[in-house]
């Protein structure tokens, strides 16, 4: 298995609604991000986790709070959304975080906030 | 993070022309990745390139690291269809624990 698993591919949310979106790796990998893309941006970083461990945060409000419940599964949970987080969010995993290798990326769940 | 300027964000070929892409960054980098992201799809790594001067070749993709590391380029031969998308580098920061993405260069190939 060598892909990352994203779910759901699309969410449709409220600003009052609490969701989560799922990343799901086989591979063996230690390391596994969530980056946020905006249309027609390049992704950027919000969180990583090393061997289940939150390791950065990159100033990333509270509305959005990840979780890590073992080596193959990231979580991102989210509450009390804004318009401006909709975005395509993508999970990625590395061999092992800080090893250089290539990142494989999920295809990303389309979360649009209403 | 690091940060990498790339050049040109957009570019129009005809297919069957010849197409660049180029990363440029003001630090040394101690290495440099390719992605391409297809239209509605997610990146996908397609190289690293670690030495300085380095040249790698995959069918029609030329890629280069500068002899000082500090700018890399995505060379494709005879564009076709299947190229469209764009294309990122991306760089990891000194403790190669940050990888930050350059702004892309969105190719288009008129058939």
């Known amino acids: 298995d060598t892909e990352v698993t994203q779910t759901p591919k699309h969410l449709v949310m409220g600003m009052t609604n609490k969701k989560s979106l799922k990343c799901e790796q086989h591979?063996?990998?230690?390391?596994m991000y969530w980056y946020k893309q905006k249309a027609k941006k390049p992704p950027e970083l919000m969180f990583v986790y090393s061997y289940e461990k939150l390791s950065i945060n990159e100033s990333v409000p509270s509305r959005f709070s990840p979780e890590c419940p073992n080596s193959s599964l990231l979580n991102l949970h989210l509450h009390a959304l804004q318009p401006e987080d909709s975005a395509l969010y993508l999970c990625?995993?590395?061999?092992?975080?800080?090893?250089?290798?290539?990142?494989?990326f999920g295809s990303g769940t389309r979360l649009t906030v209403v | 993070g690091q940060q990498v300027m790339q050049i040109p964000q957009y570019q129009h070929v005809q297919e069957g022309e010849d197409f660049t892409t180029y990363c440029n960054s003001s630090?040394?980098?101690?290495?440099i990745q390719w992605y391409k992201q297809r239209p509605g799809g997610h990146p996908v790594f397609l190289i690293q390139?670690?030495?300085?001067?380095e040249v790698k070749k995959q069918k029609r993709l030329t890629f280069q690291f500068g002899e000082a590391k500090k700018n890399s380029s995505l060379h494709i031969t005879a564009t076709q269809t299947t190229d469209v998308g764009t294309y990122f580098c991306a760089v990891n920061n000194n403790a190669g624990n940050m990888l930050t993405f350059g702004g892309g260069t969105r190719l288009m190939v008129k058939p």
């Open positions: 990625a995993s590395s061999q092992v975080w800080g090893d250089n290798y290539g990142y494989t």
């Open positions: 630090t040394t980098l101690s290495n």
């Open positions: 591979m063996g990998h230690r390391a």
């Open positions: 390139l670690v030495k300085s001067g």
